[in-house]
């Protein structure tokens, strides 16, 4: 039976995660690498990571990191994060990512998945969603949730699958840093609307959200950043809870 | 020296990074002739399967003397794929054939999804030289949309929807329709039992 799956997502300014880095257990929690392989050693499934820099030094720097997280990671890793073209997405791949996350770029131009997927195989192209409830929709927001856009974002994942995107990474805006839960209404609303995986994120903030999001919110995958650095044995003790519940998730 | 083949589907730096992981350099060849000094090859592969229209001609000609000369090939996920008849997905371009049946696309609906992505768990109906050191019940990570049938070549089988072939194994023929490059320790072992074959 296909596992639920948990990612991890990293943050990364510079080099350093930058988010969810508050807990003093957490001693590698400067350094993506150390910080990825301590995930995959716990069980992680997958791990994103995602660019905040916005200079070009910062961009080179990136690289450096995505090569250093890759070289001991044998588990997918997705890169986002100011993906804006197809060099954008070379270069990230380059670097060892297996698939890149498109989000402004792909809403400005939604040809660039389907270049994207006819170069690399639409299993290396996520489309990044950020939707925030309007009016009994969900809109789509662009630029890091500052722009708003005209686009509903169930309608948005289908036309992106059919434009060639092998998986969707939706955050809610209303959710996200919220730790109370992820907006089920709107993963089930995507995940039943397109065939291929929806990642849910934002809201993660205890075991019971992630149950929530399997069930009721229909996700294939579910993506958190702070919740994992709760302890040495996040990724472990979640996975046990998820078994007890009855989901299925990789041993 | 063993052989992995770019043909143009889809980037082959993780496939790199776990051969390296599990002791192996792979080489690129530039030219079909250059397989004559292989001592294993490794077809990858991603997307469609119209895209192995490319090996068509000079590299399946190649593949094919390397295979009769007992040298073992390694098709990984569209890769193994291609050692079959051919695939509905490109009804048009035939396989290698190395291995009888066409692949299909994996029946969608009751809840399912196709593509079929993420980690799921092998089922090992014998001994498989590839898969030493694997126990039944591992699971590995896939994504594809189209599989390949189960027949008596199966080292492992699947299931999505229905059953397919996980991993085939005849004499030194293998392949995998998971990624091990990407299936952490398990998936190393595995390339690391290819690389034992070719020694």
Same mark, same amino acid.
């Not at chain 1, 290396?124 to 950020?130: L, S, T």
């Given at each position: 039976?296909?596992?639920?799956?948990?990612?991890?997502?990293?943050?990364?300014?510079?080099?350093?995660?930058?988010?969810?880095?508050?807990?003093?257990?957490?001693?590698?929690?400067?350094?993506?690498?150390?910080?990825?392989?301590?995930?995959?050693?716990?069980?992680?499934?997958?791990?994103?990571?995602?660019?905040?820099?916005?200079?070009?030094?910062?961009?080179?720097?990136?690289?450096?990191?995505?090569?250093?997280?890759?070289?001991?990671?044998?588990?997918?890793?997705?890169?986002?994060?100011?993906?804006?073209?197809?060099?954008?997405?070379?270069?990230?791949?380059?670097?060892?990512?297996?698939?890149?996350?498109?989000?402004?770029?792909?809403?400005?131009?939604?040809?660039?998945?389907?270049?994207?997927?006819?170069?690399?195989?639409? @299993?290396?192209?996520?489309?990044?969603?950020?939707?925030?409830?309007? @009016?009994?929709?969900?809109?789509?927001?662009?630029?890091?949730?500052?722009?708003?856009?005209?686009?509903?974002?169930?309608?948005?994942?289908?036309?992106?699958?059919?434009?060639?995107?092998?998986?969707?990474?939706?955050?809610?805006?209303?959710?996200?840093?919220?730790?109370?839960?992820?907006?089920?209404?709107?993963?089930?609303?995507?995940?039943?609307?397109?065939?291929?995986?929806?990642?849910?994120?934002?809201?993660?903030?205890?075991?019971?959200?992630?149950?929530?999001?399997?069930?009721?919110?229909?996700?294939?995958?579910?993506?958190?950043?702070?919740?994992?650095?709760?302890?040495?044995?996040?990724?472990?003790?979640?996975?046990?809870?998820?078994?007890?519940?009855?989901?299925?998730?990789?041993? | 020296?063993?052989?992995?083949?770019?043909?143009?589907?889809?980037?082959?730096?993780?496939?790199?990074?776990?051969?390296?992981?599990?002791?192996?350099?792979?080489?690129?060849?530039?030219?079909?002739?250059?397989?004559?000094?292989?001592?294993?090859?490794?077809?990858?592969?991603?997307?469609?399967?119209?895209?192995?229209?490319?090996?068509?001609?000079?590299?399946?000609?190649?593949?094919?003397?390397?295979?009769?000369?007992?040298?073992?090939?390694?098709?990984?996920?569209?890769?193994?794929?291609?050692?079959?008849?051919?695939?509905?997905?490109?009804?048009?371009?035939?396989?290698?054939?190395?291995?009888?049946?066409?692949?299909?696309?994996?029946?969608?609906?009751?809840?399912?999804?196709?593509?079929?992505?993420?980690?799921?768990?092998?089922?090992?109906?014998?001994?498989?030289?590839?898969?030493?050191?694997?126990?039944?019940?591992?699971?590995?990570?896939?994504?594809?949309?189209?599989?390949?049938?189960?027949?008596?070549?199966?080292?492992?089988?699947?299931?999505?929807?229905?059953?397919?072939?996980?991993?085939?194994?005849?004499?030194?023929?293998?392949?995998?329709?998971?990624?091990?490059?990407?299936?952490?320790?398990?998936?190393?072992?595995?390339?690391?039992?290819?690389?034992?074959?070719?020694?």
């Amino acid at each position: 039976m296909l596992s639920k799956r948990l990612i991890a997502c990293l943050d990364v300014r510079n080099g350093c995660v930058v988010k969810g880095v508050n807990f003093e257990s957490l001693r590698e929690a400067g350094d993506p690498a150390s910080l990825a392989k301590r995930y995959n050693q716990e069980g992680i499934d997958e791990v994103v990571v995602l660019d905040v820099t916005a200079t070009i030094e910062g961009r080179r720097a990136f690289e450096d990191t995505i090569r250093a997280v890759s070289r001991e990671l044998f588990i997918p890793l997705t890169v986002g994060g100011g993906i804006r073209s197809e060099p954008d997405a070379a270069a990230a791949i380059d670097a060892g990512a297996d698939k890149v996350g498109v989000n402004s770029a792909a809403l400005a131009d939604p040809s660039l998945l389907t270049r994207l997927a006819s170069r690399y195989g639409s @299993q290396a192209v996520v489309v990044a969603i950020d939707a925030k409830r309007e @009016q009994g929709r969900f809109r789509v927001f662009a630029r890091s949730g500052s722009t708003s856009t005209d686009r509903d974002a169930v309608e948005w994942a289908v036309e992106a699958e059919s434009r060639g995107a092998g998986e969707v990474l939706l955050t809610s805006i209303d959710r996200d840093g919220t730790r109370a839960g992820f907006d089920c209404e709107l993963t089930s609303a995507v995940s039943s609307a397109v065939s291929i995986p929806v990642i849910a994120s934002g809201g993660a903030g205890t075991f019971e959200h992630f149950t929530e999001v399997f069930t009721l919110g229909r996700a294939d995958a579910a993506l958190a950043a702070s919740v994992f650095h709760f302890s040495e044995h996040a990724v472990a003790d979640l996975k046990r809870h998820l078994r007890d519940c009855g989901i299925a998730v990789r041993c | 020296m063993i052989a992995l083949i770019d043909y143009g589907a889809g980037n082959l730096t993780s496939v790199r990074k776990g051969f390296h992981a599990a002791g192996a350099d792979l080489m690129t060849p530039a030219a079909p002739s250059d397989l004559d000094r292989a001592s294993g090859i490794v077809v990858p592969g991603v997307g469609h399967f119209g895209a192995t229209a490319a090996l068509a001609g000079d590299w399946m000609n190649a593949i094919r003397r390397a295979v009769e000369r007992r040298v073992p090939l390694l098709g990984i996920c569209l890769g193994m794929q291609w050692l079959f008849d051919g695939s509905d997905e490109a009804p048009d371009i035939p396989g290698l054939g190395m291995i009888a049946g066409r692949c299909a696309r994996l029946p969608q609906g009751g809840g399912l999804k196709v593509p079929h992505v993420g980690w799921n768990s092998l089922r090992r109906p014998r001994d498989s030289r590839l898969l030493d050191g694997v126990a039944d019940e591992t699971q590995v990570y896939f994504t594809h949309s189209y599989a390949a049938p189960v027949t008596r070549e199966s080292a492992a089988t699947c299931e999505h929807g229905s059953a397919f072939a996980a991993a085939v194994e005849c004499e030194q023929i293998f392949g995998v329709q998971f990624h091990p490059e990407k299936s952490s320790d398990a998936g190393i072992r595995i390339l690391r039992n290819f690389v034992g074959a070719t020694r």
